[in-house]
């Protein structure tokens, strides 16, 4: 048993550190790459980001958040999407004239990418759901389209670029 004792170390601290990966990226956060440019400007396609999973459970989800989450079955995709959070729950938005309102109140939105070509609402976002929108406005497959988000398909919040190395740093 004891020539074969550091190959069971070595797998010993193999399982310990998948149960510590499976951990971290269940509970935590984990890297996450963007398919799409229905961020841009804000976040790239390709970019990769740290998303946190643990303060969902102790911080409520904000207006401006940036979170990803599972798209609701009518846009019927299994990847997990990104998207801003715009509206919240009891909230009345509308888009016209190219700004988006809540509540009656034009939204400055600085991280556009354009203003949206389209009109929407007014809608009341109903209790425990959010609207969200893509920064790319006019190229975004996101709540102006297909409604409400759930807060029970939000998987986590993007908080860090991690790549390019270039723009690494905070997403706000």
């Known amino acids: 048993?004891?020539?074969?004792?550091?190959?069971l170390s070595f797998l010993r601290d193999i399982a310990i550190g998948v149960l510590l990966?499976?951990?971290?990226?269940?509970?935590v956060g984990e890297a996450r790459i963007v398919p799409t440019p229905s961020m841009v400007p804000t976040i790239m396609m390709g970019d990769r980001l740290w998303t946190d999973k643990l303060m969902l459970h102790f911080r409520p989800i904000a207006r401006?958040?940036?979170?990803?989450?599972?798209p609701p079955p009518q846009v019927k995709s299994a990847?997990?999407?990104?998207?801003r959070v715009i509206g919240l729950?009891?909230?009345?938005?509308?888009?016209?004239?190219?700004?988006?309102?809540?509540?009656?109140?034009?939204l400055t939105e600085p991280y556009v990418n354009e203003k949206p070509d389209y009109?929407?609402?007014?809608?009341?976002?109903?209790a425990g759901d959010y609207l969200v929108l893509g920064d790319n406005r006019n190229n975004s497959n996101d709540g102006h389209l297909w409604g409400?988000?759930?807060?029970?398909a939000i998987i986590s919040r993007a908080v860090y670029r991690i790549w390019p190395v270039s723009r690494f740093g905070a997403i706000k």
């Open 119 to 126: 009109v929407y609402g007014p809608v009341t976002i109903p």
């Open 79 to 83: 990847d997990p999407y990104i998207k």
């Open 21 to 27: 990966w499976f951990l971290l990226t269940r509970t």
């Open 64 to 70: 401006g958040d940036i979170v990803v989450f599972t």
């Open 148 to 152: 409400f988000l759930s807060r029970d």
């Open 89 to 106: 729950p009891g909230d009345i938005v509308q888009v016209k004239a190219g700004t988006v309102f809540v509540n009656s109140q034009p």
């Open 1 to 7: 048993m004891r020539k074969f004792a550091p190959y």
